[in-house]
């Protein structure tokens, strides 16, 4: 089993900046993938950004250019810049990683609690 806990988050300004972060612990063998996904009331949720074990980054088309992902493999920790936020950024903002517990384990997904992102004057 992977654990994945989000830190950060909170209320933020339009056109301010805000850091979210995620560590996973537990049995992990090998983590492909790691990112952000978020959901706001009544909306379906939504890829933010991913990053693989290799560093190939990718952004949904409304953050490209303001969001940042970064990741450590070493720690198992990924980590989510954001910077000129908006109203429509408010979101609940859950950790994702994709991958293995042990070499012959089949890749699973796995969740963090979630983040509250509030973005308001």
């Known amino acids: 089993q992977v654990n994945l806990v989000e830190s950060g988050g909170g209320l933020v300004q339009p056109g301010g900046s805000l850091r979210i972060s995620c560590a996973a612990s537990?049995?992990?063998?090998?983590?492909?993938?790691m990112g952000w996904y978020r959901q706001a009331p009544g909306n379906q949720r939504e890829l933010v950004a991913s990053?693989?074990?290799?560093?190939?980054?990718r952004y949904a088309a409304s953050v490209e250019g303001r969001f940042t992902i970064s990741r450590h493999n070493a720690r198992h920790t990924v980590s989510l810049q954001m910077d000129m936020l908006k109203p429509e950024d408010t979101a609940i903002y859950y950790c994702?990683?994709?991958?293995?517990?042990?070499?012959?384990?089949?890749?699973?997904?796995?969740w963090g609690q979630g983040t509250q992102v509030t973005v308001s004057s």
């Open positions: 990053v693989t074990i290799r560093g190939v980054e």
């Open positions: 537990g049995d992990i063998f090998r983590l492909e993938r």
């Open positions: 994702y990683a994709y991958g293995q517990t042990a070499m012959w384990a089949v890749d699973s997904e796995y």
